[in-house]
C-alpha cells in the first residue's frame, strides 16, 4: 500500500512560515535540492492545499526556462509540471499542470487511493496536514529542520495535535539542515490504570 508523506520545513522553533506567510529563512541548496528531486522522482503525487498548490504553481512551471536559476531547480520544474496533483480546496474553481481539485478531505477516499498501484505520495501544506493528521491518514512525517528561529509564525503542529512517532532517520546536510524522518506509531491501548 502507498504510504502518504508528510514532507515540510519547519524552524527550530516550530514554524513552517513567518507570520506573514514568509519563506525567506529556507536554507534550501542545490545539495538539498538535488536530494528533493531524487526523493520526489520517485513519488506518485502531490497532495496540496491550495495555498501550497498557489505558491508552487506560481513559480514552478516555467522554472526550468530561466537559465538563472540552479540546474537542480530546473531539474525539480519538470518533475513538479509531470507528476499527478491532487488539490484539496473549497473554493478553488480549476487548477492546471496536471492537477485535480477535490473538494473534502474523504478517509475512505484517501484509503482508496492509498491501495492504488505506484509510489508514495507526498502531503504539502499545514492546514492540509492537520486535516489528515487528525484523520490518521499520515503514515510517514519527513520534516527537514532548518538552524534558524523564526520568533512567532504559523506553527506546523496544532497545540492539540497528539502524536507517537518512531525516528527511522536523521540525516544532516552541509547547509545546517538536518532531515528527521519518523513513522507513525500505531496507537496504543488504553490501560484503564491509575497512576499511584
Sequence with gaps: MRKIILW???SLDGFFAGPDGELDWHRVDDEMHQHFNDELRRMSAFLDGRRTYELMADF?????????????????A??????????????????????TVVREVVPEEVTALKAQPGGDMVLGGAD????????GLIDEYRIYLHPVVVGRGRPLFPADARLDLRLVESRPFGNGV???????????PATGQADG
Design 128 to 135: 492540509l496536514a492537520a486535516t489528515f493528521q487528525r484523520l
Design 78 to 99: 519538470g518533475i513538479w509540471r509531470d507528476m499527478p496533483k491532487i488539490v484539496y480546496s473549497r473554493t478553488l474553481p480549476r487548477a492546471d499542470w496536471n492537477s
Design 8 to 10: 515540510m520545513s519547519v
Design 178 to 188: 538536518v532531515l528527521l524522518r519518523y513513522l507513525k506509531e500505531p496507537a496504543r
Design 60 to 76: 514552478w512551471p516555467t522554472a526550468d526556462q530561466d537559465p538563472g536559476n540552479s540546474a537542480p531547480s530546473r531539474e525539480f
